[in-house]
């Protein structure tokens, strides 16, 4: 199926539901109205029965708190206690409950109260009657609380109850948590029972969170009567639901069921591990009352996606199935290599034009790349001939060297041998058989043959003196470093000083990853630091100052980075420091200066 194939057939998947929704929706708009609506309650209701049962429960964990705290398990009345120690056993109780009631994020609180079976009055200094919503409360066989005894055969279960609360010299009915506490440690008997009251308001504050049009939500046990409802003066009452109520069975639907009568849509959520409903009762007029509005509204929009549609399709049409099927039969038709054409459709600026775009030039840039490859396979044929032809003539220059020093040796000529010797060594880490590193000792011996040179050619009395460690000899440097750095020393520092000239090089561990190596003279000529920091800092440098050191310090930030390089410093009596700072590293090849062979 090709793009335009396509195009049509997402015209036609965009407006047919459409058309099929407008025919659906004015025939049964009232059913799927009430269906979808229902459905709507269905989730909301189980969310909100999921808030509830997640307040319960942290009503449920907060009693198990406070039963198993041992606070309360010692509050067993006994003639065994002193006065004293029963009235800090009942404070400090009391603060405890005290404290878990209390509202957390500004809603509503929920008060616990532990009223204790006292028959022997062992704690008379208490309150009999509750005197406030939260406290410990001891009572004996002839004031005992007519849901005392239920809660005591729950066995420790805690259930939700309408209770009557006394609170003062008032009576009030609240929806309660009763849950009994028994005796841990002789695993036997009951200490009391634990009643969370005022959950009344902790549901309805549940409540306040679901809308629905003047609709109604009960909260009920099994039996249907009504703990608390969002309709004034519901509680306690029995609520009546459809007869088609009692004809569901239990355990179906995870406890969920939805009844549509003519007045009223009921939505319930029984809880039958709680024993418990969460009803909501819509009555259908507030519903119908939208179903011709929403008729129209569907139609409108039928109408105006349609429109849109066409529009859409017309656009894209022309906009874009052109210029793609002229880009497809280039893309098929192209060969690398091949002349491209004029890119068509040059003026566009969305996406498809930059699309077009880039392929053709993409496909004018491998043609370039194409023939540059060639061109370059070419030089690089003739760059390794070339290089063949240089590196014949050192080695013969080497071999010769070396046959010239054993003629001279065998004349008797041992002073021309010697510097024949040393220019040969000069050779020979040049050559370093073409690597651009080499080990800091071969690096020396380099520079000791130049010197050697040197002092034999112009009989300088100069001294060098070598202070290296034997932990950095096989470190990498690049090849040909101190050479120049020695000659400045030399020409521009102690050449005409005689036995008075020093050179020393140096060299040390810096931060265990870096090594630092200086070369000092005490030259007595004036040098312009400034002028040498220019040239080795700035992109480009002064060529009268020369290209020596800015080369040898471009060398070392090629190979190792910018944190590495070369500088100069005035030394603090006399003359010229120049300070080297190398990565730490090793020489494992053995032979970085091993002598060139043919």
Same mark, same amino acid.
């Not at 440097?477 to 101190?482: D, E, G, N, V």
């Given at each position: 199926?090709?793009?335009?194939?396509?195009?049509i %057939?997402?015209?036609?998947?965009?407006?047919?539901?459409?058309l099929?929704?407008q025919?659906?929706?004015?025939?049964r708009?009232? %059913?799927i109205?009430?269906?979808?609506?229902? +459905? !709507?309650?269905v989730e909301?209701?189980?969310?909100?029965?999921? %808030?509830?049962?997640?307040?319960?429960?942290?009503? /449920?964990?907060?009693?198990? $708190?406070?039963?198993q705290?041992?606070l309360?398990q010692?509050l067993?009345?006994?003639?065994g206690d002193?006065v004293?120690?029963?009235v800090?056993?009942?404070?400090k109780?009391?603060?405890?409950?005290?404290?878990?009631?209390?509202?957390?994020n500004?809603?509503?609180?929920?008060?616990?109260?532990?009223?204790?079976?006292?028959p022997?009055?062992?704690?008379?200094?208490?309150?009999?009657i509750p005197?406030?919503?939260?406290?410990v409360?001891?009572?004996?066989d002839?004031?005992?609380?007519?849901?005392?005894g239920?809660a005591v055969k729950k066995?420790?279960?805690?259930?939700?109850?309408?209770?009557?609360? /006394? =609170?003062?010299?008032?009576?009030?009915?609240?929806?309660?948590?009763v849950?009994?506490?028994?005796?841990?440690?002789?695993?036997?008997g009951?200490?009391?029972?634990?009643? !969370?009251t005022? &959950?009344?308001k902790?549901i309805g504050?549940?409540?306040q969170?679901?809308?629905?049009?003047?609709?109604e =939500?009960?909260?009920t046990?099994?039996t249907?009567?009504?703990?608390?409802a969002?309709t004034?003066? &519901?509680?306690?009452?029995?609520?009546?639901?459809?007869?088609e !109520?009692?004809?569901?069975?239990?355990?179906? !639907?995870?406890?969920?069921?939805?009844i549509?009568?003519p007045?009223?849509?009921?939505?319930i959520?029984?809880?039958h591990l709680?024993?418990?409903k969460?009803?909501y009762? =819509?009555?259908?007029?507030s519903l119908?009352?939208?179903?011709?509005?929403?008729?129209r509204?569907?139609? @409108?929009?039928?109408?105006?996606?349609?429109i849109?549609?066409i529009?859409v399709?017309?656009?894209?049409?022309?906009? @874009? &199935?052109?210029?793609l099927? #002229?880009?497809?039969?280039?893309?098929?038709s192209?060969?690398?290599g091949?002349r491209?054409?004029e890119t068509p459709?040059?003026?566009?600026?969305d996406?498809?034009?930059?699309?077009?775009?880039?392929?053709?030039?993409?496909?004018r840039?491998?043609?370039v790349l194409?023939?540059?490859?060639?061109q370059?396979?070419?030089?690089?044929?003739?760059?390794?001939l070339?290089?063949?032809y240089q590196?014949? +003539?050192?080695?013969?220059l080497?071999n $010769?060297?070396?046959?010239?020093?054993?003629?001279?040796?065998?004349?008797?000529?041992s002073e021309?041998?010697?510097?024949?010797?040393?220019?040969s060594?000069?050779?020979?880490?040049s050559?370093?058989?073409? #690597?651009?590193?080499?080990? %800091?000792?071969?690096? &020396?011996?380099?520079?000791?043959a130049?010197i050697s040179l040197q002092?034999?050619?112009y009989?300088?009395?100069?001294?060098?003196?070598w202070n290296?460690?034997?932990?950095?000899l096989?470190?990498?440097?690049?090849k040909?470093?101190?050479?120049?750095l020695?000659?400045?020393?030399?020409?521009h520092?102690?050449?005409?000083?005689g036995?008075?000239?020093?050179?020393?090089?140096?060299g040390?561990?810096?931060?265990h990853?870096?090594?630092?190596?200086?070369?000092?003279?005490?030259?007595?000529?004036?040098v312009?630091?400034?002028?040498?920091?220019?040239l080795?800092?700035?992109?480009?440098?002064d060529?009268?100052?020369?290209?020596?050191?800015?080369?040898?310090?471009q060398?070392?930030?090629?190979?190792?980075?910018k944190?590495?390089?070369?500088s100069y410093e005035?030394?603090e009596e006399?003359?010229?420091r120049?300070?080297?700072?190398?990565? #730490?590293?090793?020489?494992?090849?053995?032979?970085a200066?091993?002598?060139? $062979?043919?």
């Amino acid at each position: 199926m090709n793009v335009k194939q396509q195009i049509i %057939l997402l015209f036609i998947i965009m407006v047919s539901p459409i058309l099929l929704l407008q025919w659906y929706g004015n025939t049964r708009a009232e %059913l799927i109205l009430k269906r979808h609506v229902t +459905n !709507a309650y269905v989730e909301l209701n189980k969310q909100n029965m999921a %808030l509830l049962s997640r307040d319960i429960d942290t009503v /449920n964990k907060i009693t198990t $708190t406070i039963i198993q705290n041992p606070l309360t398990q010692q509050l067993v009345p006994s003639s065994g206690d002193t006065v004293f120690e029963r009235v800090q056993e009942y404070s400090k109780l009391d603060k405890l409950i005290a404290g878990y009631s209390i509202s957390v994020n500004g809603g509503e609180a929920v008060y616990y109260s532990l009223y204790v079976y006292d028959p022997e009055d062992y704690y008379y200094f208490a309150p009999k009657i509750p005197m406030t919503q939260t406290g410990v409360y001891f009572f004996s066989d002839r004031d005992k609380p007519e849901w005392f005894g239920e809660a005591v055969k729950k066995k420790g279960e805690g259930y939700m109850k309408l209770i009557r609360n /006394n =609170i003062g010299f008032s009576t009030q009915t609240t929806l309660a948590y009763v849950r009994s506490v028994n005796n841990i440690s002789n695993g036997h008997g009951v200490i009391g029972v634990l009643v !969370a009251t005022k &959950m009344d308001k902790k549901i309805g504050e549940s409540f306040q969170s679901v809308t629905l049009p003047d609709g109604e =939500i009960y909260f009920t046990d099994s039996t249907n009567r009504v703990l608390t409802a969002t309709t004034p003066g &519901m509680i306690g009452t029995t609520l009546q639901l459809p007869p088609e !109520a009692a004809g569901i069975k239990r355990g179906e !639907a995870d406890g969920m069921s939805n009844i549509i009568t003519p007045e009223f849509i009921y939505v319930i959520n029984d809880n039958h591990l709680l024993q418990q409903k969460l009803v909501y009762k =819509i009555p259908v007029n507030s519903l119908l009352q939208q179903q011709n509005e929403l008729k129209r509204v569907i139609q @409108l929009i039928s109408i105006v996606y349609t429109i849109f549609g066409i529009i859409v399709i017309l656009y894209f049409w022309r906009s @874009l &199935m052109t210029p793609l099927q #002229r880009l497809a039969y280039f893309v098929r038709s192209y060969e690398p290599g091949k002349r491209v054409p004029e890119t068509p459709g040059k003026g566009r600026k969305d996406e498809v034009g930059v699309l077009i775009s880039s392929l053709y030039d993409m496909a004018r840039r491998l043609n370039v790349l194409i023939h540059y490859k060639y061109q370059m396979e070419i030089k690089e044929k003739e760059s390794q001939l070339q290089l063949l032809y240089q590196q014949i +003539n050192p080695h013969l220059l080497y071999n $010769t060297l070396e046959s010239i020093y054993w003629k001279s040796t065998l004349e008797g000529n041992s002073e021309s041998a010697e510097m024949i010797k040393e220019l040969s060594k000069l050779m020979k880490i040049s050559l370093s058989r073409g #690597r651009e590193l080499i080990s %800091l000792e071969d690096e &020396m011996e380099h520079a000791k043959a130049y010197i050697s040179l040197q002092q034999k050619r112009y009989e300088y009395g100069f001294q060098v003196i070598w202070n290296i460690p034997d932990e950095l000899l096989h470190n990498l440097i690049p090849k040909i470093t101190l050479q120049p750095l020695i000659e400045n020393s030399i020409i521009h520092g102690v050449r005409n000083m005689g036995e008075d000239g020093e050179i020393t090089i140096s060299g040390a561990l810096l931060d265990h990853d870096k090594i630092i190596i200086r070369v000092e003279d005490n030259g007595y000529k004036k040098v312009d630091f400034e002028a040498i920091h220019r040239l080795l800092n700035e992109e480009k440098g002064d060529p009268a100052i020369g290209y020596g050191i800015r080369n040898l310090d471009q060398r070392i930030r090629l190979h190792f980075g910018k944190g590495f390089g070369i500088s100069y410093e005035e030394r603090e009596e006399r003359g010229t420091r120049v300070v080297i700072i190398l990565p #730490r590293s090793h020489d494992e090849s053995g032979d970085a200066a091993a002598g060139p $062979t043919i």
